[in-house]
């Protein structure tokens, strides 16, 4: 919209823009169906089982179980985005927790707010772009109303 409004509009760049949409499109595509893959390979094998088992038998019952998972997403967070743990950890641990009894509501609420330190923390920190580009903007807005307040 903004080419067409600028007048930049044009069949070689709307050509470019549909290639890229569709190769990034492609790629959180092929991301789903991984996940999906080694989900479906990881039950197949009896992997849930193991980490059920492994839940269970952690001292605290499901609050031990559920800091620890907590723990491990956290950490998962410093190094892989938000979307591939969402798509290959939750559906491993989700269901068993949700099997020992905790709220799906909180587990959820727990979830959300511990994948919010993947957008703090390099290499992805999102969040962290963004300040810096809100810092940028502010201490221009403050420098032209220091110079501004220096002519009256």
Request: aromatic share 12%; proline share 4%.
């Amino acid at each position: 919209m903004l080419a067409l409004a600028y007048r930049q509009l044009d069949w070689a760049t709307l050509k470019d823009v549909l290639r890229s949409t569709t190769h990034v499109t492609t790629m959180v595509f092929l991301i789903l169906i991984g996940a999906a893959l080694f989900s479906l390979v990881f039950r197949a094998y009896g992997g849930e089982h193991m980490v059920t088992e492994l839940f269970e038998a952690m001292p605290g019952g499901v609050v031990g179980a559920t800091i620890i998972v907590m723990l491990v997403i956290f950490l998962l967070g410093f190094i892989l985005d938000f979307i591939e743990i969402t798509f290959v950890v939750v559906p491993i641990v989700g269901p068993i927790l949700l099997a020992m009894g905790l709220d799906p509501i909180w587990l959820g609420i727990m979830i959300a707010i511990n994948l919010q330190t993947s957008f703090l923390t390099p290499p992805f920190g999102f969040a962290l772009f963004y300040l810096r580009g809100w810092h940028r903007l502010l201490c221009l807005h403050r420098r032209s109303i220091v110079a501004l307040s220096r002519l009256s």
